[in-house]
T-cell receptor
Framework: DGGITQSPKYLFRKEGQNVTLSCEQN?????MYWYRQDPGQGLRLIYY???????QKGDIAEGYSVSREKKESFPLTVTSAQKNPTAFYLC?????????????FGEGSRLTVL | GNSVTQMEGPVTLSEEAFLTINCTYT??????LFWYVQYPGEGLQLLLK?????DKGSNKGFEATYRKETTSFHLEKGSVQVSDSAVYFC?????????????FGQGTTLQVKP
């Protein structure tokens, strides 16, 4: 079945460590996104990519990095520079240039910093 | 800048009650409006959308009308079920931009009791 797969579902990290969250899609979508979800704050955009080898910062990119070497994959690295990384991270994808706003989401990865 | 404001939750209703979740927005241009739903432990799913003023989006018994004069997109359902318990997010896309970026409200938790 087509969809978006995020892994791991749960991740624990010690302070000062980098961690990479995986996002893979087989929907043949050009655009991919990373959102962060915190209780009572909705979703905030971290990074997005509309095409392979290109990506743009969202509203809260500091302390995060991404790559887009393949159309299917858009991994997110949470670096030690991110001051408050404990959150629920959601990856999404959409057709490029599609202004209907329909994003397809993965099931999310919950990161906890110990 | 563009923004979305939703009513505070949680909203607690008995089964078969009428539901309204308020959503208002601030935007320049001609945004499209959306309601997404997040069931426990899952990512978000598109519930309904409206792309221009006076459009009504509907799905699974839920409805919302794009009201430009009041900048609102309130979600309604005539008779809720326990299975409707979830977090509901109102969102807008930024007009004619084709980036696919969405701005989300903070989410409203709905709890339906039998």
């Amino acid at each position: 079945d087509g969809g978006i797969t995020q892994s791991p579902k749960y991740l624990f990290r010690k302070e000062g460590q980098n961690v990479t969250l995986s996002c893979e899609q087989n929907l043949n979508h050009d655009a991919m996104y990373w959102y962060r979800q915190d209780p009572g704050q909705g979703l905030r955009l971290i990074y997005y990519s509309q095409i392979v080898n290109d990506f743009q910062k969202g509203d809260i990119a500091e302390g995060y990095s991404v790559s887009r070497e393949k159309k299917e994959s858009f991994p997110l690295t949470v670096t030690s520079a991110q001051k408050n990384p404990t959150a629920f991270y959601l990856c999404a994808s959409s057709l490029r240039g599609e202004n209907t706003g329909e994003l397809f989401f993965g099931e999310g990865s919950r990161l906890t910093v110990l | 800048g563009n923004s979305v404001t939703q009513m505070e939750g949680p909203v607690t209703l008995s089964e078969e009650a009428f539901l309204t979740i308020n959503c208002t927005y601030t935007a320049t241009g001609y945004p499209s409006l959306f309601w997404y739903v997040q069931y426990p432990g899952e990512g978000l799913q598109l519930l309904l959308k409206a792309t221009k003023a006076d459009d009504k989006g509907s799905n699974k018994g839920f409805e919302a009308t794009y009201r430009k004069e009041t900048t609102s997109f309130h979600l309604e359902k005539g008779s809720v079920q326990v299975s409707d318990s979830a977090v509901y997010f109102c969102a807008l896309s930024e007009g004619r931009s084709n980036t696919g970026k969405l701005i989300f409200g903070q989410g409203t938790t709905l709890q339906v009791k039998p």
